[in-house]
């Protein structure tokens, strides 16, 4: 049975302390990426390494079970990273369904990047599953550029008992708007003997659907790419002496078991390594399994809450109070702000009166032609005044 699980209020238990707008920051964890990818002078180099990005958006979910807070209406996050060259703006544009809209810039207009997510949540019962409805858009703006792509599937298991683990699946597939070459990823579902775990396969093809190179790796690891008569000559010879012979324990039927994590990825001789993850400090384990990104997201450096909209997320009690371990004054807290947003949107009805966004605008995105939310501007120029307050 599969229940639609956006309308449920969740014990703050269940959360980690971040809002979702500062999860969908993380996708910028490995910006170096975008950054190569726009030095290089070859569209299938920039296509390689725009394919790692990709990959790397959705590394930071490995191990990561906490719920990231239901943004509330109206709710923003920014990040400025004079460091890795970029800003950016999120905005939650809607709450029913909920769509968390983000934008980046860099500093030095080399790039941008931008999306709107809407995660449909269903629980199967021993399972989670949250599918990321919403493109992706990446413009490299001195070749003229626009890729887009969806994220693959995620799952997280033994949500009842045993466990948690996550696994990612599903065909994402990037296309270059320019030249019309297109990157097929298959994000491998874990299988019987979880011999395909995190596993990520695919292949960059040219507009006559010519292969090019061919693509592989761990989600969870690293990515490589390799010239496809290189790959199938490894292929062919790894099936001849039995490729890998260790078997896992079989699945049991009680529990959705996380299979034993197969030997990293075997690297074909000839393979360019495109991506490798970062590894996570030594304590993530006690911090939610957070990378050293994501503990940084959080942080009001002095002087901060000057510059930042009253609807930033960094200045919700609920999750700030969840970060200090006050588990009780953030459950109070969570409740109070859910109250507050459901008696702003009952006022709201009477007065026959429509929620109007701050920063973003549903538009058509220009590369898809489909309906995406388009950020309109003016966020840095620092004027709050006509802010909601929904803390």
Not at 275 to 286: E, F, N
């Amino acid at each position: 049975m599969c229940i639609e699980l956006s309308k449920i209020a969740m014990p703050v238990v269940f959360n980690e302390p971040l809002s979702f707008l500062q999860r969908i920051s993380e996708y910028m964890e490995h910006t170096h990426l975008i950054h190569r990818a726009c030095s290089l002078s070859d569209s299938i180099d920039r296509m390689q390494v725009v394919a790692a990005f990709a990959v790397s958006a959705v590394a930071s979910q490995w191990e990561r079970t906490g719920k990231p807070f239901n943004p509330l209406l109206g709710e923003t996050y920014e990040l400025t990273r004079e460091d890795e060259g970029y800003r950016l703006i999120s905005e939650q544009v809607s709450h029913h369904p909920p769509i968390s809209a983000f934008h980046a810039q860099s500093l030095k207009q080399e790039f941008e990047f931008h999306g709107s997510i809407y995660p449909k949540l269903k629980f199967w019962g021993k399972s989670v599953e949250a599918e990321p409805k919403g493109t992706m858009t990446l413009e490299l703006l001195k070749h003229k550029e626009a890729y887009t792509w969806i994220n693959p599937m995620c799952c997280v298991h033994n949500i009842i008992l045993g466990k948690l683990w996550i696994e990612q699946y599903g065909t994402v597939e990037i296309v270059n708007h320019s030249t019309g070459d297109k990157c097929v990823l298959n994000f491998k579902p874990c299988g019987m003997f979880g011999k395909e775990l995190h596993k990520v396969e695919g292949y960059i093809q040219d507009k006559s659907k010519k292969k090019l190179r061919v693509i592989y790796g761990k989600w969870t690891e690293c990515m490589y790419s390799v010239d496809p008569k290189v790959y199938e000559t490894h292929k062919k010879s790894d099936k001849k002496t039995g490729g890998d012979t260790k078997k896992v324990k079989q699945v049991s039927e009680e529990l959705d078991e996380m299979p034993e994590v197969q030997e990293t990825v075997t690297v074909i001789p000839g393979s360019a390594l495109l991506w490798r993850i970062t590894p996570r400090p030594a304590h993530s384990a006690q911090m939610y399994n957070f990378t050293s990104f994501a503990m940084t997201l959080n942080e009001l450096e002095p002087g901060m809450t000057r510059l930042l909209p009253p609807t930033d997320c960094r200045l919700r009690p609920d999750i700030r109070a969840m970060e200090n371990g006050d588990i009780d004054t953030a459950s109070t807290e969570k409740e109070r702000l859910e109250e507050k947003q459901r008696a702003a949107r009952r006022e709201r009805s009477k007065d026959e009166e429509e929620w109007s966004t701050r920063w973003f605008q549903l538009g058509t995105n220009p590369h898809t032609g489909a309906e995406d939310w388009l950020y309109t501007g003016g966020y840095f120029d620092r004027n709050y005044t006509h802010c909601p307050n929904i803390y």
